[in-house]
């Protein structure tokens, strides 16, 4: 009998096991979670944060957006203390304090909109703050909505707001997507898809431009 090969037997390759598909409308298992925690931002206590949220809006007391963001933090805070039963008094306290700045103060931010720290709401009404995050020194003004696109959307399906990003008054950001950080969002634009960062977004629906060519244009325009 002739002797078998000592040579390897090559196979075909298989094919490349393509990477599942992650819907982007599904439901992330951040979700699952949300409202369970104190979402407060880590580095600071709850106290020095309210300090630094009153010296932020001037140390003004009255302000309203003060008042929103207070209650905010507390709304997250009060979500540390266990177990369930000895924090129901001072969750019933945030539900009143909630309705109370939503009714005098035309401000809607639920404590379940992680916020970062040192944002700054500029006057008030007609504020629908429903975020999926807000991220460090965003300025936010009076009329503007952020929230998702059509009302049966999931409420996962809401925008991200980086790091420093200034909005402007009746502004509205919806859906799904995220402003990247440093980037401007004109009066009464109407966003409804990602804004990169360091862009300006303007009209209705916005027109999305780098801040370097806003400048430049307006500064050949100066010129003409």
Known sequence: MKA?????????????????????????????????????????????????????????????????IAVHRYGNWRMGIRPSLVRLPFSILYKIAYKFVEWTCGISLAYTVKVGRRGHIWHHGGMILGARSIGNDVHIRQNTTLGVAPRNDGRWLKPIIEDRV???????????????????????????????????????????????????????????
């Open 166 to 224: 200034d909005i402007g008054a009746g502004a509205v950001i919806a859906g799904g997507i995220t402003i990247g950080h440093d980037s401007a969002i004109g009066a009464n634009a109407v966003v409804l898809k990602d804004v990169p960062p360091n862009h300006i977004a303007v009209g209705v629906p916005a027109v999305i431009k780098p801040k370097k060519k806003i400048a430049t244009e307006i500064t050949e325009n100066s010129e003409s």
């Open 4 to 68: 078998m090969s000592d040579q390897p037997i090559h196979t075909p390759d298989a094919p490349p096991i393509a990477p599942a598909r992650v819907d982007p409308r599904a439901r992330p298992e951040s979700d699952k979670t949300l409202g369970l925690y104190n979402q407060n931002p880590k580095d600071i206590s709850f106290l020095q944060l309210l300090r630094e949220d009153l010296r932020t809006h001037d140390n003004d007391l009255l302000s309203q957006g003060f008042w929103a």
